[in-house]
């Protein structure tokens, strides 16, 4: 039987679409997302008529959480505005610290240079022109002494952009904690620590996938107990979406990753419910305003409905999928740099409305070059004036119940689901597996880098605009020039140098001893973190303590395919 | 007879962003180029041998991590070195406008920022590459 509805449409587009169409036909054949899904002319209640408000939505704080982790929302508490610093030297990231506490702020977050990112030493050869150029520059503790010098560990939280040799940052900040005489359980923070997308999408490693997730869950079992404050993982689609993934792609790899660190953590014997409540996920948020908002709908369904019924975790801080935001990289122009404001304002603005814990808004010159002070400003008067003007914190979850946006999120999910239900059969029913053999045999990568073709093609084909890039262009001689920033390449040889330093003055009986104390461990195939917060504490350098790693698991490099 | 355009496409440096490599070196897979691509974290030593291994027409170097200075510098003496006068160095990623000049010196042909489109790549790189092949002896 016809629904009301179903009749009320059918009439609608007789007597009233069709004559419109006739006499001015739509903008296009296909309206399509930035992620190449068909968006339909009108969505009714029909769309959405097997919606159940408990089943599917649930309040928010309550199961399955689509409607917000929290009871109540930004009107409790505003997101966390946490943009992402690091630059040169540690002498210099550490008066940006103290300048962003003393102006209030209470959260840090660190990023690394390249050299640092991947495990290398800043006298390597592969670092030469990337030491402090990135992020700031870490060997040693030395260095750790200086970038957290007057920070007193338990008063902040202090977030981490670092994989592969995430277990030596995180032993560092153990070590200054320690030494602070700050108890560890009173630690807080977050290390990114997600190796699965580094092979997936961002490719920065060290050691082989399988080796690279026991380091991971050795991280767990040794957090779990001594910084219980702490989120000890951050698993992240941002990168898969930077490297060109579709929005499904993004949530289901993401969600999938997830999946096989629990079950990793499982089958080391550790307690669901222990893990999951530090678990943590950073999602990106793209041009498609309505499809992102769907997709961190879904993400917190998809989640909820996973670990409470697949891996049967009882309690409900387990079930709940907390996430960070940081807005599209990949979408800034070059081309008029300026028009970037807007589009970070509206890539927020989805975020929020998709209830983020924290954000982080990129600034409008990051196509040219590292942020200018002026510019970061920017970014965040762009949260604040969403936080604070334009009242869409005030209630939860305002777009819920909307057909569109409803029927968009069951449709995310739905795909999404598809997409780990494959990854699921490639490991014959471990996810944990089926991820592993999706890196080893190019799965991820081929379907990224075949979606982001697709969009070039689009691009330049029309299909898909970007103003000031195939619309609405101008000479580039017209173009705004905006100032960008620069890196003294003195930063190279400070580092160097003070590595050298620390290197003729340290114990080196106890560095040669733990060390090999290290690589024993790791071949025995224990908990390596106790060993290596021991050579941390004995000034091994970074380098050192990844050679170590490699040398009992293998260097990886991946097979190179387009 | 002129045979196919070959190009080496490089990451080289340490970051992992491939995305723009990739994309690039299929359009010039589909415009009919034979394309070898690297992988990620090269040093120049390393592009420049393997370079020399497919004899190639064409280097693109893609860097996103701002050691573009360094790196274009060293390749271009490595190149001088083994006298790869008839290879057309090219360079993708984030470049700042200052630098631009810089690199051009050094004799990097062309730079392709963000919103490139491939088309103007592969129409450059044949432009290019067919005078430098009318200056070289048949």
Redesign the interface.
Known sequence: MKTHVQTERERWEKKTLEPALKKSPERRERFITVSNEEIARLYTPDDIKDLDYERDLGCPGDYPYTRGVYPTMYRGRLWTMRQFAGFGGPEETNQRFKYLLKEGQTGLSTAFD??T??G?DSDH??????VG??GVAVDTLRDFEILFDGIPLDQVSTSFTINPSAPVIYAMYIAIGDRQGVPREKLRGTIQNDMLK?FIA???WVVPPRPSVDLIVDIFEFGIRETPKFNLISISGYHIR???STAVQELAFTLADGMAYVEAALQRGLDIDEVAPQLSFFFNSHNSFFEEIAKFRAARRIWARALRERYGAQNPESWKLRFHTQTAG?S????QPLNNIVRVALQALAAVLGGTQSLHTNSYDE????PTEEAVRIALRTQQIIAYESGVADTIDPLAGSYFVEALTNEVERKALEYIHKIERLGNGSILEGVFRGIEQGFFQRE??QA??EY?KQ??SGEQI?VG??KYTIPKEQDQ?VP?LK?DPEVQRRQIERLQQVRRERDARAVERTLARLEEAARQRQNTMPYILEAVKAYASVGEIMEVLKRVHGAY?????? | MNRPIRVLMAKAGLDGHDRGVKVVARALRDAGMEVIYTGLHNTPEQVIKAALQEDVDVIGLSILSGAHLTIFKKTRELMKQYGMDDVLLLGGGIIPDEDKPILEELGVKGLFGPGTSTQEIVEFIRREVQKLRELQPA
Do not use: F, H
């Open positions: 390249m050299p990112l991947m290398l050869p592969l670092a030469d022109g990337e150029v990135e580094e961002q490719k920065e930077e490297a060109g990949c800034l122009t070059e081309q196509a040219l070059a590292l990224i880098a982001a073709y070039q691009v330049e970007i890039v195939n020039k960008t890196i490099r991946e097979p190179a395919m387009v």
